[in-house]
Nanobody, 126 residues
């Protein structure tokens, strides 16, 4: 069992930055694929970014060049650095962990992930 706890959300003006953190329990963190998803009101949950155990990273086109995912296996933590934020980035952001390896678009599927955090709200004002 893996428990995920997100933090770092908040209210920021357009053009600003936030860094989300996701702390994971469990001793096999380094072997997990870690992902970030988001869900805006009235919309489906969508993929944002992922990092597999090899450190390969993947991004949705909408955030590429603005967001950076990273992981610190010593701290069992994955981060999402979000720069140049836009009002359309407003959503609840969820951290997810999957025991299966993924690459490319395979990392985008919600079904890949076994565990989910409770979410953290990110609001970007215009």
């Amino acid at each position: 069992q893996v428990q995920l706890v997100e933090s770092g959300g908040g209210l920021v003006q357009a053009g600003g930055s936030l860094r989300l953190s996701c702390a994971a329990s469990g001793r096999t963190f380094s072997g997990y694929t870690m992902g970030w998803f988001r869900q805006a009101p009235g919309k489906e949950r969508e993929f944002v970014s992922a990092i597999n155990y090899r450190g390969s990273t993947y991004y949705a086109d909408s955030v590429k060049g603005r967001f950076t995912i990273s992981r610190d296996n010593a701290k069992n933590t994955v981060y999402l650095q979000m720069n140049s934020l836009k009002p359309e980035d407003t959503a609840v952001y969820y951290c997810a962990a999957g025991s299966a390896y993924c690459s490319g678009y395979g990392c985008f599927r919600t079904t890949l992930y076994d565990y989910w955090g409770q979410g953290t709200q990110v609001t970007v004002s215009s």
